[in-house]
C-alpha cells in the first residue's frame, strides 16, 4: 500500500500539490474558523451555557493538580520558601498602596480647585468667560465658515426663545439618570430632592490615620431635610490577612458609615405608610392598621447595614455591603472626576464594557421577585435594591 502510494505521488506534479493543498487549507480554515466563531457567539449568548461554564471553571480554580503532592520532600520544602517570599511581597505591595494613597491625597488637592469651580458653574455661582467656554468639536473641522454662521444664529434664536436658566440645571440628576449604577437606585420622589443636590466631594482621610475617604453630598437649602452635606465614610485596609495572605491585592473597603437625615415632617421618603385590613378570629370583625414600613430609595444609600464587630456577616448582608462598597468606589473614582462627561454621556459608552448583560428571563424572573416583595410590608428595600445591583453588575471595585 505504502508503495502504491509512493507511485500514486510521483504522477503528480508536486508544484501542483502544493497549490490544491493550500487552497484546501485555506478553505478549509476559514470554513471552520467562520463555524467555531458562529458557535462561540451563539454560546455566549446564552445564559445557561454561561452559568454552567463559570461553575465549571468556579469549581476549577484552585484545585490541586496532584503535581504538588507528588514531588520529593526537599522540593516541597523549597517550595515553602518561596511561598515566604510571596508573603514578603504582599507586605510590600500593601506598601505601595499606602504611598498611592499618599499620592492621591496630594493631587485630590490639586484637583479639588477645578472641581470647585466646576461647583459654582454648575449652581450659578460663577459664569464662566467666552474664552473658557471655547470648545472644538471634532465633526467642526468638516464644516465650512457658512454653515458655522448659520448653525451659531440658529442656536441664538432658540436661546432668545428660551428663558434663562441659572447655571446647569439638574446637573447631578442627570449624572445618576446616565449611570445604570445608580439610577438601579433611584425612585421618582427621590428626583425632585436630588435636583437640589449642588456638588459631590472626595475627602481622604488625614496623614497619619487609617486609610479611608468620604464622600460629601452637598444639598442647597430644600423642603425635604436640614442637613446641607450628607456624607458616607468608607474604612479601607491595606494589609495582607494574615490568615490568608494570598489573597491580597491591593486596599479593600472594610466598613462604612452613613449620616442620620433631619427629614423634613412627612418628607421621609427612605419610608411610606402602608393601610393593612386585620380579622378578629373570634369575632370576625375586620379593622384597618396603619402601618409605617421601609421603602426604596437612594437615601437609604446613607443608612448601610452595621458591620458587628466580629466581623461575620449573612449572605444577605455581605451581598449588600458588596453593592454598597462598588457604589461608593464608583463615585470616588468614576463620578466624582468625570462628572461633566456622564452628564453628557460621553463617559457611559466606555462603562458599559466592564458590565455583562443578562438574559431577558433573568429579567422577567427578577421583576415577578419584586412583585411579590413588594406585596411584603416587612421586606427591607436596602436589601432587595443593593441586591439587585450585585446580580446586575458583576464589576467589584479595584481601589
Known amino acids: 500500500m505504502a508503495d502504491l502510494d509512493n507511485k500514486d505521488q510521483a504522477e503528480i506534479d508536486p508544484a501542483d500539490m502544493e497549490d490544491v493543498e493550500d487552497v484546501e487549507e485555506e478553505e478549509t480554515g476559514e470554513d471552520e474558523n467562520s463555524k ?5 457567539v451563539q454560546m455566549m449568548q446564552n445564559p445557561q451555557i454561561l452559568a454552567a461554564l463559570q461553575e465549571r471553571l468556579d469549581g476549577l480554580n484552585g484545585s490541586p493538580s496532584g503535581y504538588i503532592e507528588s514531588l520529593p520532600k526537599v522540593v516541597k520544602r523549597r517550595i515553602n520558601a518561596l511561598k515566604n517570599l510571596q508573603v514578603k511581597c504582599a507586605h510590600i505591595e500593601a506598601k505601595f498602596y499606602e504611598e498611592v494613597h499618599e499620592l492621591e491625597r496630594k493631587y485630590a488637592a490639586l484637583y479639588q480647585p477645578l472641581f470647585d469651580k466646576r461647583s459654582n458653574i454648575v449652581k450659578a455661582a460663577y459664569e464662566p468667560t467666552d474664552e473658557e467656554c471655547e470648545w472644538k468639536e471634532n465633526d467642526e473641522e468638516e464644516l465650512t465658515d457658512e454653515m458655522k454662521e448659520k448653525a451659531k444664529l440658529e442656536e441664538e434664536k432658540k436661546d432668545e426663545e428660551k428663558e434663562d436658566p441659572k447655571g ?18 433611584l425612585q421618582d420622589h427621590d428626583e ?7 456638588d459631590i466631594k472626595v475627602k ?14 452637598l444639598f442647597e437649602a430644600n423642603d425635604f431635610f436640614t442637613n446641607t452635606v450628607l456624607t458616607k465614610t468608607y474604612k479601607m485596609r491595606s494589609e495582607p490577612d494574615e490568615s490568608d495572605p ?4 491591593g486596599p479593600e473597603i472594610m466598613s462604612c458609615a452613613g449620616c442620620t437625615i433631619d427629614w423634613t415632617k412627612g418628607k421621609n421618603v427612605t419610608l411610606k405608610t402602608i393601610k393593612k385590613k386585620q380579622k378578629h378570629k373570634g369575632r370576625g370583625t375586620v379593622r384597618t392598621v396603619t402601618k409605617t414600613v421601609p421603602n426604596d430609595s437612594f437615601f437609604n444609600f446613607f443608612t448601610p447595614p452595621e458591620v458587628p464587630e466580629s466581623g461575620e456577616l449573612d449572605e444577605d448582608s455581605e451581598a449588600v455591603l458588596a453593592a454598597d462598597f462598588e457604589i461608593g468606589h464608583f463615585i470616588r473614582e468614576r463620578i466624582v472626576p468625570r462628572a461633566v462627561l456622564y452628564f453628557t454621556g460621553e463617559a457611559i459608552e466606555d462603562d458599559d464594557d466592564d458590565y455583562d448583560e443578562e438574559g431577558e428571563e433573568a429579567d422577567d424572573e427578577e421583576g415577578e421577585e419584586e412583585a411579590d416583595e413588594e406585596n411584603d ?12 445591583l450585585t446580580h446586575t453588575h458583576t464589576h467589584t471595585p479595584s481601589l
Request: overall charge negative.
Open 192 to 198: 425632585p430632592i436630588l435636583k437640589h443636590l449642588q
Open 36 to 40: 467555531a466563531r458562529q458557535l462561540t
Open 204 to 217: 481622604f482621610s488625614d496623614p497619619g490615620q487609617p486609610m479611608s475617604f468620604t464622600l460629601e453630598f
Open 246 to 249: 494570598f489573597s491580597f491585592d
Open 168 to 185: 446647569i440645571p439638574d446637573f447631578w440628576l442627570t449624572v445618576f439618570r446616565n449611570v445604570d449604577l445608580l439610577s438601579d437606585m
Open 377 to 388: 410590608p416587612d421586606y427591607d428595600p436596602k436589601v432587595r435594591s443593593l441586591l439587585t
